[in-house]
């Protein structure tokens, strides 16, 4: 499906049939085409056109996918722009790209530069003879969307897609979780994620099926919207997962219309998934994918094997291999960097050749991720490279001391981040936040995890916190826990 064409197809098929709704306002097929044609003759209006970049920064709203695909319909690309950044991140990012124009919101406005066109308001109606009729013609290679990365390791990186890796993730992401024009998507995380953009918004549409989105996430009132809206899926972050596996007993949603939840953007616990599964009576599916891949790359099966503790089995059209130092193919179990094949993978990093050739190689995408094959070809994470420990010789996978630390009552989070040393190079430190009701202390968990680990494994501290810090896509922020940290006096 060339998704500039989606909407067309769907207004002609089903014009009154529901399509996209938020907090306040719910389009049909036909409305929502018909907001997209609006939209798309303000920006033209604006001197927007084929091979332009459209920024998109607003709050989880029907405008941003409208804005999003009003870029498609004129060939322009989108790049969507977290609206928590500070000033000086957002003028990075728009410079980056050379975006053309922003579309963002009144109380949002001040913080664009003023050297980027803005447009604050799609409910504008221009005249129908200013109205684009059919979507500029657009090919398989046009860009499509700009995802920036998280720059945890540098200046943020724009990650190139084009509509084919788009039309290939979607079609893979259909056919990987069996979507039918049934089905009906909440949208929990943030827009301007791949995650957020690619599973909960464009592949229930491209089945025929709709999307609710939802403001920003609280646990108090997620299942509120679920029983309202009635949703068929939604798509979390292990801290999701754990804010709602911890409500109060006296919450007792009906979860009946769900289907199943997708788990991803950071590996969770058996223990945290098991609990929820127990709790409300719905599978969670964990996957595993980099927006570098257009969003996934591994899902648990639907309807087969679910292997607790690993990121399932490779999309429909997609080859996962694990290398060696040398690159090397590893086929006998043991960790190496994981590589992802496909019609998913990224065209590069716009304007960073270098870091293109050495992050995509004859097609294979190296992620930067440490994981195993088992013999049904099911992916575990061990860990992420970057956040591998290597104490005195010896290397050391933060998550497997964050994984036994899981399985203790009381932990709700657990990050475990290497503190440097003089002579031993790094040392691990593990930083928990607890539930309500717990009772453990840092003694008692610093004992667990010396009866379950080695000893060169075991953390120098343990460190309880009120909240484990997270990033806007809601992943553990390790870089800010590194930041804590600073080098002791060197023993031996």
Known sequence: ????????????????????????????????????????????????????????????????????????????????VNPSLTAQEIEFQLDDCSAALVVT???????????????????????????????????????????????????????????????????MSVDAFSIDAEVHSLLILPLFHVNGIVVSILSPLVAGGRATIAGRFDPSTFFDRVEAARPTFFSGVPTIYAMLANLPETVVPDTSSL????????????????????????????????????????????????????????????????VDENGDTIDDGRPGEVLVHGANVMRGYLGRPEETAATVQDGWLRTGDIGRLDEDSYLTLVDRAKDMIIRGGENIYPKEIENVVYRLPGVYEAAVVGQPHEVKGEEPVLFVSLTAEATITEADIDAHVRRELSKYKWPVDVIVVDEVPKNPVGKIDKPSLRRRLVAPASTT
């Open 259 to 322: 289907r199943y939840a997708v788990c991803g953007a950071a590996p969770a616990s058996p223990a945290l998934l098991d609990a929820f599964e127990t709790r409300y009576g719905v599978p969670v599916v964990e996957g595993y994918g980099l927006s570098e891949g257009t969003c996934a790359s591994t899902v648990n099966p639907l309807n087969g094997p679910r292997k607790p503790g690993t990121v399932g089995l490779p999309l429909p059209g997609q080859s996962i291999r694990i």
């Open 105 to 171: 919101a009144p109380e949002l406005e001040l913080n664009t530069p003023s050297a980027v066109a803005r447009l604050t308001d799609l409910t504008d109606r221009p005249e129908v003879s200013r109205l684009t009729d059919t979507p500029v013609q657009t090919t398989a290679n046009d860009l499509a969307l700009l995802i920036y990365t998280s720059g945890t390791t540098g200046k943020p990186k724009g990650v190139m897609l084009d509509h084919g890796n788009l039309t290939a993730m979607t079609s």
């Open 1 to 80: 499906m060339h998704l500039p064409d989606l909407l067309d197809l769907r207004a002609s098929s089903a014009p009154e049939a529901p399509a996209l709704a938020d907090d306040r306002v719910s389009l049909s097929n036909r409305e929502f085409r018909d907001a997209v044609r609006s939209a798309a003759a303000l920006l033209s209006a604006r001197g927007i056109s084929h091979g332009d970049v459209v920024a998109i920064m607003l709050p989880n709203r029907v405008e941003f996918v409208v804005a999003l695909f009003a870029a498609w319909r004129l060939g322009a690309a989108a790049t969507p």
